[in-house]
């Protein structure tokens, strides 16, 4: 699965958004299914408001319910694994949903991530393998 961060998804929804072209692409190219990562949702509609106002998040949700996307979720026994990244990436100001999204993508053992974060994701080191390949790339 195709798992897609804040700032990709919003980026696939704004045209004024630099990096608007490729994550469309990659979105709309994958051979695979697509999947937002349910931890992101409140920074995804913080973001698209202001940016594209209140409608846009509406259209989103839209999609998700059509199974455009599929919805890849926390369980409870995520919840340690966020602490432990929390703690081990402080310097780095990892937060919960950033460390959320990790304990995601290594519980489904995932090789790849869709972030323009590069600067996080390519610093934390997930348990899986050595470093998580970061698209678009």
């Known amino acids: ?8 998804v919003i980026a696939a929804l704004d045209r004024r958004e630099p990096q608007y072209p490729a994550c469309r692409e990659l979105i709309e190219t994958s051979v ?6 349910a931890p992101t949702i ?27 996307y599929k919805l ?7 919840f ?23 304990a995601i993508v290594e519980r489904l053992n995932e090789p790849k991530l869709a972030t323009l974060d590069r600067k996080r994701f390519g610093a934390m080191r997930p348990r899986h393998l050595d470093a998580l390949e ?4």
């Not at 890849?72 to 995520?78: G, Q, V």
């Not at 970061?134 to 790339?137: K, N, R, V």
């Open 80 to 102: 340690p694994r966020v602490r432990e990244l929390m703690e081990r990436y402080a310097d780095l100001d990892v937060g919960f949903v950033d460390a959320a999204v990790l």
């Open 32 to 37: 695979e299914s697509v999947g937002i990562l």
């Open 134 to 137: 970061l698209l678009p790339t």
């Open 1 to 8: 699965m195709l798992l897609l961060d804040t700032g990709v």
């Open 42 to 68: 409140c920074e995804i509609d913080h973001l698209i408001g202001r940016r594209l106002g209140p409608s846009a998040m509406p259209l989103l949700l839209r999609d998700i319910e059509k199974g455009a």
């Open 72 to 78: 890849a979720d926390l369980t409870l026994l995520d």
